[in-house]
């Protein structure tokens, strides 16, 4: 075939930038991919399982695991004793034990494990332990905690301007009380670990996890083994939304040291009740709040207290809570503020991240306060929120000093408002509701504006390796994690578009603590913004090299020579890719590289909680239509209209993807999502009987999504930006729908916590 005629075929489309299918949906769909419980058990493998405390705060005399290793199949029980390590795990504030020990802090947590030749063997097994403890008074509520300055933290207070002196001239005030609930994670796929013994005391450990570098960490550091003599493998999650983020580490600690006790491989995977009871949730929030305001609806005073259920140790509860903070503003200038955060300490599950890390909790609090306000003055809370929102030239710097230089909210909330026929819809609404003695409907709009990057600086960085082969083929490897996020797929589109071959000639392999080392999170949204910049530089390099080869070939500069469809182009010739890289190869040209990336301009003081921990912000709004039925108290969402912004998108169909399913999660977390912890500490909703998340039937038959079409005013990979979390508070408008439903019953909306449950709304309707 001639180069003219080759021309003709060649595919330009870029790999970026256009909707195309998440690398593993066709081999996941067919049941053929891989995750950790279908990988082949090496010969002598054995199974084990948590044994969990009974009671929730007591002074523990002993464990007996007489009656459990007298179980045919039984081999060992494993416990603190057989730690050859630190018995603390290497968590940040050093504050949780391995295994229970001097006391227990919560039902559930582990204080061994009992190990079988098969799961099942070991889960009858662990139930047969016999505890020895002896019960101390449990604290269960973040109000009780709080009264007894019972904290994992130290309290942290944010303040700008003096709000109680603007409260005192305020024209009106509110003042306020209302609690928000914890979510649980619920992945398909449950936390799971397989530890192998390799030569030389060296282990290989795979693991379900967000975390790859913290579970090595974690794993080495209860070993006592340098870091190098642990590497952990991860291809893919089931699943994580946070709550694999630090608490998979546990399940590879634990499984590691029952591996190097009985020197055989050792695979832990927890049952859905036992990953209920035993992991931790989204933190559950209590506020009290003062907040003055004029005859227009202008902020102007907020005093603001966040009581923040940790549970029985810090785990990431500090940057949570902190988040929170940041997040308090959501879209509005704060400029009277105080916001106290006390991080309460009780005996509960330690909470953990979860989707948005805080920020949800942070963006609720101020909605409600809009809601609110609007319906104290008679006035749409739409002209409320645009009201307040953040200016340009003024009014355009957070409460913690970061100024929003790239603030779309009131072009993107008009122009909802505009497309959704919002106006229209609430007069409508109200006509309804008149003529409806029973069903009464509610109408929201909220917007989003929320911080990207990692509050920890230190996590925001990246590697990444590009290696292409001989044939032309090209394998990335990066720290990030896959998750069903769409991480690997967009991250092979950056670097197929950088190196100018089709998206089909990049695969995207395991997150492998042996290739990139000291690995962030993949959390904070932060995935592919991290490990897609990386990789694209990797990418870069060997095009660099390629290019400067070619160059040498034709006679030309280097950067005449272009990469585009699998061909690499000067003025004097085109090439196949293919036939370059070969080429390279046989004159000895490097075909691999590495790249690193860290975030720019991102820095804050951890004391005063003020600088610029973000470097950027995502936007977004949504409306929302719901209807309730005042005997009841059930709830609907009939209408969902959404514009979020989402810079150039790398992939449309899988940001959209994020969008729903983020907004899906956030009207769980606001509507059934209700756990309920009994008086003596045990999780009542510990399945999924009695635990509901959203179904098929809950999704609205209205359901629109679009894209604001403008790139990331930050240099950000191809123009992207950040779209895990965002979408995720965009469902507040959802439980402002329907405290606006109530109010239009007669009910008492200022009543309502979340999740609003049938019963909740039947008691705020009723209030």
């Known amino acids: 075939m001639n180069a003219p005629d080759l021309k003709l075929m060649v595919d330009n489309t870029p790999a970026a930038g256009v909707s195309r299918f998440h690398e593993s949906a066709k081999a996941q769909v067919a049941g053929a991919v891989t995750y950790i419980d279908d990988i082949p058990e090496v010969r002598g493998t054995l199974h084990a399982a948590p044994v969990c405390s009974p009671v929730a705060h007591g002074v523990l005399r002993g464990i007996d695991p007489s009656a459990a290793l007298a179980l ?86 944010v303040k700008r ?39 030389q005391n060296q282990w290989w450990v795979y693991s379900s996890t967000q975390h790859p570098g913290e579970v090595q960490h974690w794993v080495s550091h209860a070993l006592g083994l340098s870091n190098h003599a642990v590497t952990v493998e991860c291809r893919r999650m089931g699943g994580g939304f946070g709550g694999k983020e630090t608490q998979a580490g546990h399940l590879a600690v634990w499984a590691a040291v029952a591996a190097n006790k009985l020197k055989c491989p050792v695979k ?100 409600r306060i809009m809601g609110d306000i609007a319906r104290a003055l008679g006035t749409d809370p739409l002209d409320v929120r645009l009201r307040n929102l953040y200016g340009i030239e003024d009014r355009n710097t957070t409460h913690y000093q970061m100024q929003v230089e790239d603030n779309i909210l009131e072009p993107l909330m008009t122009q909802l408002a505009l497309t959704s026929g919002y106006r229209e819809r609430r007069e409508q609404i109200e006509s309804f509701n008149a003529q409806s003695p029973v069903i009464k409907k509610g109408l929201a709009l909220t917007p989003v504006k929320f911080g990207i990057s990692f509050t920890a600086t230190l996590f925001n960085q990246a590697g990444a390796l590009v290696h292409v082969y001989t044939d032309g083929s090209v394998q990335v490897n990066h720290g990030g994690t896959e998750m069903g996020q769409g991480l690997n797929t967009k991250v092979a589109a950056i670097v197929a578009d950088e190196l100018g071959v089709p998206f089909e000639r990049v695969l995207s392999t395991a997150s492998d603590t042996s290739k990139v080392p000291n690995a962030s999170a993949t959390a904070a949204s932060a995935g592919t913004d991290l490990n897609g910049r990386a990789a694209q530089f990797a990418a870069r390099q060997v095009r660099q090299n390629l290019a400067a080869f070619v160059a040498g070939l034709d006679g030309v500069g280097a950067g005449a020579v272009r990469f585009e469809g699998g061909q690499v182009i000067t003025e004097k010739s085109t090439r196949r890719w293919e036939a370059v890289v070969g080429a390279a190869y046989a004159n000895r040209i490097q075909l691999w590289s590495d790249g690193f990336y860290r975030t720019p301009k991102i820095h804050y003081d951890k ?79 510990h399945a999924p009987s009695t635990y509901k998340i959203p179904a098929t039937g809950d999704i609205p038959a209205h359901f629109k999504v679009d894209l604001w079409p403008e790139a990331n005013r930050e240099d950000n990979v191809h123009g992207s930006k950040a779209v895990g979390e965002p979408p995720f508070m965009l469902a507040i408008s959802v439980f402002e729908a329907l405290r606006d439903a109530v109010a239009q019953a007669g009910g008492k909306p200022e009543a309502m916590n979340a999740p609003a449950t049938a019963e909740e709304v039947l008691r705020a309707v009723g209030s």
């Open 72 to 157: 045919p199949g039984v081999r060992a029980f494993i416990g603190v004793a057989d730690i050859p390590g630190d018995t603390l795990l290497a968590a940040f504030a050093h504050d949780e034990p391995v295994f229970a020990q001097g006391t227990v802090q919560f039902i559930g947590q582990v204080g061994g494990l009992i190990v079988a030749d098969d799961a099942m063997t070991a889960r009858r097994a662990a139930r047969l332990v016999n505890w020895d403890i002896v019960p101390l008074h449990p604290v269960l509520s973040v109000h009780e905690a709080h009264a007894l300055e019972s904290y994992v933290l130290p309290p942290v207070q």
């Open 161 to 199: 301007g003096d709000a109680q002196a603007a409260l005192a001239r305020a024209a009106h005030t509110l003042e306020g009380s209302f609690e928000v609930g914890g979510q649980e994670h619920f992945y398909l796929e449950g936390q799971i670990a397989y530890v192998l013994p390799l030569e």
């Open 268 to 367: 832990l995977r927890l049952d859905r009740d036992d990953d209920f009871m035993i992991t931790g949730k989204r933190h559950p929030f209590a506020y009290h709040y003062r907040v003055g305001f004029d005859d227009t609806g202008l902020l102007c005073g907020l005093d603001l207290e966040m009581l923040v259920n940790c549970g029985f140790s810090a785990d990431l509860s500090g940057p949570v809570a902190d988040r929170a903070i940041f997040h308090a503003d959501n879209a509005y200038f704060l400029e009277d503020v105080a916001i106290h955060s006390y991080r309460c300490k009780t005996n509960t599950q330690s909470h953990t991240a979860f989707r948005g890390f805080g920020g949800p909790q942070g963006v609720i609090v101020i909605e």
């Open 607 to 685: 004391t005063t909680m003020l600088g610029r921990p973000f470097y950027y912000f995502a936007y977004g709004a949504a409306v929302t239509e719901v209807a309730i039925d005042t005997l009841t108290g059930e709830s609907r969402v009939l209408k969902v209209d959404v514009l979020h912004d989402v810079g150039r998108s790398i992939n449309p169909a899988i940001d959209i993807g994020q969008i729903e399913g983020g907004f899906v999660q956030g009207m769980g977390w606001l509507t059934t999502e209700q756990l309920v912890w009994k008086a003596n500490g045990a999780l009542a909703t």
